[in-house]
Protein backbone atom coordinates (compact mmCIF):
# COMPACT_ATOMS: atom_id res chain seq x y z
CA UNK A 1 0.00 0.00 0.00
CA UNK A 2 1.37 3.70 -0.74
CA UNK A 3 0.79 6.87 0.81
CA UNK A 4 -3.09 7.35 1.90
CA UNK A 5 -3.88 3.29 1.39
CA UNK A 6 -3.46 3.59 -2.42
CA UNK A 7 -2.30 0.53 -4.28
CA UNK A 8 1.43 0.48 -5.48
CA UNK A 9 1.88 0.28 -9.15
CA UNK A 10 3.49 -3.61 -9.10
CA UNK A 11 0.45 -4.76 -7.28
CA UNK A 12 -1.96 -2.86 -9.83
CA UNK A 13 -0.17 -4.42 -12.30
CA UNK A 14 -0.11 -8.08 -10.81
CA UNK A 15 -3.86 -7.55 -10.35
CA UNK A 16 -4.13 -6.61 -14.15
CA UNK A 17 -2.52 -9.44 -15.16
CA UNK A 18 -4.16 -12.16 -13.01
CA UNK A 19 -7.68 -10.86 -14.25
CA UNK A 20 -6.58 -11.13 -17.74
CA UNK A 21 -5.12 -14.69 -17.60
CA UNK A 22 -8.40 -15.81 -16.29
CA UNK A 23 -10.61 -13.72 -18.67
CA UNK A 24 -7.63 -15.61 -21.28
CA UNK A 25 -8.36 -18.75 -19.92
CA UNK A 26 -12.61 -18.56 -19.93
CA UNK A 27 -12.37 -16.92 -23.09
CA UNK A 28 -10.47 -20.00 -24.69
CA UNK A 29 -12.23 -22.47 -22.57
CA UNK A 30 -15.68 -21.00 -23.81
CA UNK A 31 -14.35 -21.36 -27.29
CA UNK A 32 -13.34 -24.68 -27.38
CA UNK A 33 -16.10 -26.16 -26.34
CA UNK A 34 -18.83 -23.84 -28.53
CA UNK A 35 -16.59 -24.59 -31.50
CA UNK A 36 -16.75 -28.77 -30.83
CA UNK A 37 -20.72 -28.53 -30.54
CA UNK A 38 -20.90 -26.53 -33.61
CA UNK A 39 -18.90 -29.15 -35.23
CA UNK A 40 -20.16 -32.15 -34.29
CA UNK A 41 -23.90 -31.49 -33.53
CA UNK A 42 -25.35 -32.53 -36.87
CA UNK A 43 -28.00 -29.14 -37.08
CA UNK A 44 -25.06 -26.79 -36.97
CA UNK A 45 -21.56 -28.06 -38.82
CA UNK A 46 -22.89 -31.76 -39.51
CA UNK A 47 -19.57 -33.32 -38.78
CA UNK A 48 -20.29 -36.02 -36.21
CA UNK A 49 -17.16 -37.94 -36.13
CA UNK A 50 -15.12 -37.20 -32.27
CA UNK A 51 -12.59 -39.55 -32.48
CA UNK A 52 -11.30 -38.03 -35.72
CA UNK A 53 -11.83 -34.79 -34.49
CA UNK A 54 -9.78 -36.06 -31.23
CA UNK A 55 -7.08 -36.96 -33.20
CA UNK A 56 -6.92 -33.99 -34.88
CA UNK A 57 -6.29 -32.41 -31.82
CA UNK A 58 -3.95 -34.42 -30.79
CA UNK A 59 -1.81 -34.71 -33.76
CA UNK A 60 -1.63 -30.83 -33.89
CA UNK A 61 -0.79 -30.64 -30.06
CA UNK A 62 1.77 -33.03 -30.54
CA UNK A 63 3.32 -31.34 -33.17
CA UNK A 64 3.60 -28.05 -31.28
CA UNK A 65 4.68 -29.33 -28.39
CA UNK A 66 7.72 -31.26 -30.37
CA UNK A 67 8.27 -28.06 -32.02
CA UNK A 68 8.68 -26.41 -28.69
CA UNK A 69 10.80 -28.64 -26.57
CA UNK A 70 13.01 -30.09 -29.68
CA UNK A 71 13.43 -27.35 -32.04
CA UNK A 72 12.64 -24.07 -30.39
CA UNK A 73 13.53 -25.27 -26.72
CA UNK A 74 11.55 -22.77 -25.61
CA UNK A 75 9.93 -25.56 -22.94
CA UNK A 76 12.86 -27.84 -20.93
CA UNK A 77 11.66 -31.74 -21.06
CA UNK A 78 11.31 -33.76 -17.96
CA UNK A 79 13.86 -36.91 -18.00
CA UNK A 80 11.77 -40.15 -18.08
CA UNK A 81 13.19 -43.73 -18.63
CA UNK A 82 10.64 -46.00 -20.64
CA UNK A 83 9.82 -47.93 -17.74
CA UNK A 84 8.48 -45.41 -16.12
CA UNK A 85 6.82 -43.84 -19.25
CA UNK A 86 5.18 -46.86 -19.90
CA UNK A 87 4.04 -47.19 -16.30
CA UNK A 88 3.06 -44.06 -15.52
CA UNK A 89 2.48 -42.28 -18.77
CA UNK A 90 0.69 -44.82 -20.87
CA UNK A 91 -2.00 -45.80 -19.12
CA UNK A 92 -2.86 -41.77 -18.18
CA UNK A 93 -2.57 -41.65 -22.11
CA UNK A 94 -5.21 -44.27 -22.24
CA UNK A 95 -7.90 -42.69 -20.07
CA UNK A 96 -7.22 -39.45 -21.57
CA UNK A 97 -8.01 -40.54 -25.11
CA UNK A 98 -11.15 -42.36 -23.67
CA UNK A 99 -12.06 -39.39 -21.83
CA UNK A 100 -11.90 -37.20 -24.77
CA UNK A 101 -13.74 -39.32 -27.15
CA UNK A 102 -16.67 -39.97 -25.04
CA UNK A 103 -16.74 -36.72 -24.12
CA UNK A 104 -16.58 -34.99 -27.88
CA UNK A 105 -19.49 -37.09 -28.65
CA UNK A 106 -21.93 -36.22 -25.88
CA UNK A 107 -21.67 -32.69 -27.87
CA UNK A 108 -24.04 -34.73 -30.94
CA UNK A 109 -26.59 -36.24 -28.36
CA UNK A 110 -26.58 -33.05 -25.46
CA UNK A 111 -26.98 -29.64 -25.25
CA UNK A 112 -23.73 -27.45 -24.06
CA UNK A 113 -25.89 -26.20 -20.49
CA UNK A 114 -26.86 -29.96 -19.74
CA UNK A 115 -23.16 -31.34 -20.58
CA UNK A 116 -22.21 -28.35 -17.87
CA UNK A 117 -24.39 -29.64 -15.60
CA UNK A 118 -23.12 -32.91 -15.75
CA UNK A 119 -19.83 -31.61 -15.73
CA UNK A 120 -20.54 -30.44 -11.63
CA UNK A 121 -20.61 -34.24 -10.74
CA UNK A 122 -16.42 -34.17 -11.29
CA UNK A 123 -15.42 -33.68 -7.83
CA UNK A 124 -17.65 -36.87 -6.75
CA UNK A 125 -15.79 -39.02 -9.14
CA UNK A 126 -12.63 -37.87 -8.30
CA UNK A 127 -13.06 -38.52 -4.40
CA UNK A 128 -15.29 -41.70 -5.04
CA UNK A 129 -12.46 -42.87 -6.83
CA UNK A 130 -9.53 -41.11 -4.28
CA UNK A 131 -11.82 -43.40 -2.02
CA UNK A 132 -11.64 -46.68 -4.12
CA UNK A 133 -7.53 -45.96 -4.58
CA UNK A 134 -6.79 -45.12 -1.42
CA UNK A 135 -5.05 -41.71 -2.08
CA UNK A 136 -8.26 -40.07 -0.01
CA UNK A 137 -9.02 -41.05 3.32
CA UNK A 138 -13.20 -41.30 3.71
CA UNK A 139 -15.20 -38.64 5.32
CA UNK A 140 -18.91 -38.67 6.31
CA UNK A 141 -19.13 -34.71 5.63
CA UNK A 142 -17.06 -35.15 2.53
CA UNK A 143 -19.50 -37.79 1.21
CA UNK A 144 -22.63 -36.12 2.67
CA UNK A 145 -21.56 -33.05 0.06
CA UNK A 146 -21.23 -35.14 -2.53
CA UNK A 147 -24.15 -36.94 -2.32
CA UNK A 148 -25.59 -33.55 -2.21
CA UNK A 149 -24.23 -32.39 -5.75
CA UNK A 150 -25.00 -35.59 -6.90
CA UNK A 151 -29.09 -35.10 -5.82
CA UNK A 152 -28.75 -31.40 -7.29
CA UNK A 153 -27.22 -32.72 -10.78
CA UNK A 154 -30.17 -35.80 -10.77
CA UNK A 155 -32.41 -32.71 -10.38
CA UNK A 156 -31.50 -30.96 -13.45
CA UNK A 157 -30.83 -34.12 -15.43
CA UNK A 158 -35.16 -34.25 -14.44
CA UNK A 159 -35.55 -31.22 -15.51
CA UNK A 160 -33.68 -31.91 -19.24
CA UNK A 161 -35.89 -31.07 -22.21
CA UNK A 162 -33.61 -32.84 -24.01
CA UNK A 163 -32.70 -35.72 -22.44
CA UNK A 164 -31.08 -38.51 -24.29
CA UNK A 165 -30.11 -41.65 -22.13
CA UNK A 166 -27.08 -42.71 -24.48
CA UNK A 167 -25.39 -38.93 -24.49
CA UNK A 168 -26.51 -39.46 -20.51
CA UNK A 169 -24.37 -42.40 -20.34
CA UNK A 170 -20.93 -41.07 -22.98
CA UNK A 171 -20.79 -37.72 -20.96
CA UNK A 172 -21.05 -39.83 -17.90
CA UNK A 173 -17.93 -42.05 -18.84
CA UNK A 174 -15.89 -39.03 -19.90
CA UNK A 175 -16.21 -37.73 -16.45
CA UNK A 176 -15.52 -41.52 -14.93
CA UNK A 177 -12.33 -41.69 -17.20
CA UNK A 178 -11.28 -38.40 -16.37
CA UNK A 179 -11.53 -38.31 -12.78
CA UNK A 180 -9.37 -41.62 -12.96
CA UNK A 181 -6.55 -39.98 -15.02
CA UNK A 182 -6.56 -36.91 -12.37
CA UNK A 183 -6.09 -39.24 -9.07
CA UNK A 184 -3.84 -41.39 -11.38
CA UNK A 185 -1.50 -38.56 -12.58
CA UNK A 186 -1.22 -38.04 -8.50
CA UNK A 187 -0.58 -41.44 -7.63
CA UNK A 188 1.92 -42.44 -11.13
CA UNK A 189 3.52 -39.13 -11.31
CA UNK A 190 3.12 -36.80 -8.85
CA UNK A 191 4.12 -38.98 -6.25
CA UNK A 192 7.20 -39.94 -7.76
CA UNK A 193 8.22 -36.49 -8.16
CA UNK A 194 7.47 -36.23 -11.91
CA UNK A 195 5.39 -32.74 -12.10
CA UNK A 196 4.79 -32.44 -16.58
CA UNK A 197 3.12 -28.80 -17.30
CA UNK A 198 0.31 -28.66 -20.50
CA UNK A 199 2.88 -28.43 -22.83
CA UNK A 200 5.32 -30.85 -21.55
CA UNK A 201 1.72 -33.03 -20.82
CA UNK A 202 1.41 -32.58 -24.56
CA UNK A 203 4.55 -33.68 -25.38
CA UNK A 204 4.30 -37.07 -23.96
CA UNK A 205 0.74 -37.90 -24.04
CA UNK A 206 -0.95 -36.54 -26.68
CA UNK A 207 1.30 -39.01 -29.15
CA UNK A 208 0.13 -42.39 -27.02
CA UNK A 209 -3.65 -40.81 -26.49
CA UNK A 210 -3.20 -40.37 -31.11
CA UNK A 211 -2.31 -44.34 -30.83
CA UNK A 212 -5.05 -45.42 -28.39
CA UNK A 213 -7.69 -43.12 -30.82
CA UNK A 214 -6.31 -45.08 -33.97
CA UNK A 215 -7.92 -48.19 -32.84
CA UNK A 216 -11.57 -47.49 -32.66
CA UNK A 217 -10.83 -44.83 -35.88
CA UNK A 218 -10.36 -47.44 -37.77
CA UNK A 219 -13.32 -49.68 -37.24
CA UNK A 220 -15.98 -47.00 -36.33
CA UNK A 221 -15.10 -44.02 -38.27
CA UNK A 222 -12.63 -44.75 -41.41
CA UNK A 223 -15.18 -46.25 -43.01
CA UNK A 224 -17.61 -43.90 -42.58
CA UNK A 225 -15.08 -41.31 -43.65
CA UNK A 226 -13.74 -43.54 -46.80
CA UNK A 227 -17.35 -44.24 -48.26
CA UNK A 228 -18.05 -40.49 -47.79
CA UNK A 229 -17.55 -38.83 -51.13
CA UNK A 230 -18.67 -35.31 -50.43
CA UNK A 231 -15.76 -35.33 -47.11
CA UNK A 232 -13.35 -32.34 -48.18
CA UNK A 233 -11.36 -31.53 -45.34
CA UNK A 234 -12.40 -27.90 -44.07
CA UNK A 235 -8.51 -26.86 -42.89
CA UNK A 236 -9.85 -23.24 -42.01
CA UNK A 237 -12.32 -24.84 -39.73
CA UNK A 238 -10.04 -27.83 -38.41
CA UNK A 239 -6.96 -25.64 -38.10
CA UNK A 240 -8.46 -22.79 -35.84
CA UNK A 241 -10.20 -25.08 -33.61
CA UNK A 242 -6.78 -27.27 -33.48
CA UNK A 243 -5.28 -24.23 -32.64
CA UNK A 244 -8.12 -22.88 -29.76
CA UNK A 245 -7.26 -26.38 -28.27
CA UNK A 246 -3.62 -26.10 -28.06
CA UNK A 247 -4.01 -22.49 -27.04
CA UNK A 248 -5.67 -23.59 -24.16
CA UNK A 249 -3.58 -25.75 -23.00
CA UNK A 250 -1.17 -22.94 -22.73
CA UNK A 251 -3.62 -20.78 -20.76
CA UNK A 252 -4.05 -23.46 -18.53
CA UNK A 253 -0.15 -23.12 -17.77
CA UNK A 254 0.13 -19.45 -17.47
CA UNK A 255 -3.52 -18.99 -15.01
CA UNK A 256 -2.18 -21.83 -12.97
CA UNK A 257 1.42 -21.08 -12.77
CA UNK A 258 1.15 -17.26 -12.43
CA UNK A 259 -2.02 -17.59 -10.34
CA UNK A 260 -3.42 -21.23 -8.52
CA UNK A 261 -5.30 -23.89 -9.42
CA UNK A 262 -7.82 -22.62 -6.94
CA UNK A 263 -8.30 -19.58 -9.12
CA UNK A 264 -8.81 -21.55 -12.02
CA UNK A 265 -11.42 -23.98 -10.13
CA UNK A 266 -13.58 -20.26 -9.02
CA UNK A 267 -12.90 -19.63 -12.92
CA UNK A 268 -14.59 -22.67 -14.06
CA UNK A 269 -17.34 -21.43 -12.50
CA UNK A 270 -18.14 -18.47 -13.93
CA UNK A 271 -17.21 -19.87 -17.57
CA UNK A 272 -20.22 -22.82 -16.93
CA UNK A 273 -22.78 -19.89 -15.64
CA UNK A 274 -21.56 -18.26 -18.76
CA UNK A 275 -21.72 -21.12 -20.87
CA UNK A 276 -25.50 -22.15 -19.84
CA UNK A 277 -26.30 -18.36 -20.38
CA UNK A 278 -24.96 -18.68 -23.82
CA UNK A 279 -26.60 -21.74 -24.61
CA UNK A 280 -29.88 -20.36 -23.70
CA UNK A 281 -29.86 -17.36 -25.57
CA UNK A 282 -27.47 -17.83 -28.34
CA UNK A 283 -27.77 -21.62 -29.42
CA UNK A 284 -31.53 -21.40 -28.07
CA UNK A 285 -31.57 -24.48 -26.10
CA UNK A 286 -34.00 -25.02 -23.85
CA UNK A 287 -33.26 -24.17 -19.96
CA UNK A 288 -35.80 -25.00 -17.58
CA UNK A 289 -36.40 -23.35 -13.79
CA UNK A 290 -35.89 -27.21 -12.78
CA UNK A 291 -32.49 -27.57 -15.12
CA UNK A 292 -31.30 -24.50 -12.87
CA UNK A 293 -32.51 -25.09 -9.45
CA UNK A 294 -31.15 -28.48 -10.05
CA UNK A 295 -27.49 -26.79 -10.91
CA UNK A 296 -27.51 -24.37 -8.14
CA UNK A 297 -27.77 -27.05 -5.66
CA UNK A 298 -24.72 -28.82 -7.26
CA UNK A 299 -23.08 -25.58 -7.21
CA UNK A 300 -23.46 -24.68 -3.89
CA UNK A 301 -21.80 -28.37 -3.17
CA UNK A 302 -19.23 -27.79 -5.59
CA UNK A 303 -18.33 -24.50 -4.32
CA UNK A 304 -17.84 -25.98 -0.36
CA UNK A 305 -16.07 -28.44 -1.71
CA UNK A 306 -13.46 -26.34 -3.19
CA UNK A 307 -14.10 -24.42 0.22
CA UNK A 308 -12.73 -27.26 2.85
CA UNK A 309 -10.06 -27.81 0.15
CA UNK A 310 -8.87 -24.28 0.69
CA UNK A 311 -8.63 -24.51 4.15
CA UNK A 312 -7.29 -28.10 4.30
CA UNK A 313 -4.38 -26.65 2.08
CA UNK A 314 -3.66 -23.55 4.36
CA UNK A 315 -3.55 -25.93 7.44
CA UNK A 316 -0.98 -28.17 5.76
CA UNK A 317 0.76 -25.41 5.23
CA UNK A 318 0.48 -23.85 8.41
CA UNK A 319 1.49 -27.23 10.03
CA UNK A 320 4.87 -26.85 7.62
CA UNK A 321 5.99 -23.47 8.71
CA UNK A 322 5.78 -24.86 12.71
CA UNK A 323 7.65 -27.85 11.64
CA UNK A 324 10.32 -25.94 9.78
CA UNK A 325 10.28 -23.21 12.85
CA UNK A 326 10.76 -26.14 15.13
CA UNK A 327 13.65 -27.55 13.11
CA UNK A 328 15.25 -24.33 12.84
CA UNK A 329 15.18 -24.01 16.31
CA UNK A 330 16.66 -27.60 17.15
CA UNK A 331 19.11 -26.51 14.89
CA UNK A 332 20.01 -23.40 16.96
CA UNK A 333 20.48 -25.16 19.81
CA UNK A 334 22.35 -27.49 18.90
CA UNK A 335 24.90 -24.97 17.40
CA UNK A 336 24.87 -23.39 20.63
CA UNK A 337 25.42 -27.03 22.50
CA UNK A 338 28.41 -27.21 20.56
CA UNK A 339 29.59 -24.24 20.31
CA UNK A 340 29.38 -23.79 24.73
CA UNK A 341 31.16 -27.65 24.63
CA UNK A 342 34.32 -26.34 22.61
CA UNK A 343 34.57 -23.93 25.06
CA UNK A 344 34.82 -25.82 28.57
CA UNK A 345 37.03 -27.63 26.38
CA UNK A 346 39.21 -25.00 26.08
CA UNK A 347 38.76 -23.83 29.56
CA UNK A 348 39.67 -27.02 31.09
CA UNK A 349 42.85 -27.21 28.52
CA UNK A 350 44.35 -24.05 30.04
Not at 70 to 88: A, D, G, H, I, Q
Not at 190 to 211: D, E, H
Not at 259 to 283: E, P, Q, R
Amino acid sequence: MGKGGTLSDSVIKKIILSYSYVAIWIFLSFTVIVYNKYILDKKLYNWPYPITLTMIHMSFCSTLAILLIKVFKLVEPVSMSRETYLRSVVPIGALYSLSLWLSNSAYIYLSVSFIQMLKALMPVAVYSIGVLLKKESFKSDTMTNMLSISFGVAIAAYGEARFDVFGVFLQLGAVAFEATRLVLIQILLTSKGINLNPITSLYYVAPCCLAFLFIPWIYVEFPVLRDTSSFRFDYVIFGTNSLCAFALNLAVFLLVGKTSALTMNVAGVVKDWLLIAFSWSVIKDTVTPVNLFGYGVAFLGVAYYNHAKLKGLKAKEAQKKVQQGDEEGGRLLEVRKGGDGDGKKNESAN
